[in-house]
């Protein structure tokens, strides 16, 4: 079994900035999620085990990073200049590394964090 730890969600303003932490060891390719109320999980952003590449989706590419440092077995979400419509509940999740998956869907991961709640007001 996985055991997923998330830290880092909280109430700010808009433009703020918040990061996010998910504990976890290797291998493991890991994404985050959002799911806002009324709404489907969305994907966030990814990153593989090996090679590092990473996955953004258009909504935050170039405002959210996402990082690993695989020796202290922690990923990252960096979020920046932050928009009500950010908020949501926030999902770390994981999977056992493979090639040829679709690293946007939530089906395809095995773990999954209790969640951390993000709270962007205007």
């Known amino acids: 079994q996985v055991q997923l730890v998330e830290s880092g969600g909280g109430l700010v303003q808009a433009g703020a900035s918040l990061r996010l932490s998910c504990a976890a060891s290797g291998p493991f390719d890991m994404a985050w999620f959002r799911q806002a109320p009324g709404k489907e999980r969305e994907f966030v952003a990814a990153i593989r085990w090996s090679p590092g590449i990473l996955y953004y989706s258009d909504s935050v590419k170039g405002r959210f990073t996402i990082s690993r440092d695989n020796a202290e077995n922690t990923v990252y979400l960096r979020m920046n200049s932050l928009k009500p419509e950010d908020t949501a509940v926030y999902h770390c999740?994981?999977?056992?590394?493979?090639?040829?998956?679709?690293?946007?869907?939530?089906?395809?991961?095995?773990?999954w964090g209790q969640g951390t709640q993000v709270t962007v007001s205007s």
């Open positions: 999740a994981a999977r056992r590394s493979t090639p040829n998956v679709n690293y946007a869907l939530a089906r395809n991961y095995d773990y």
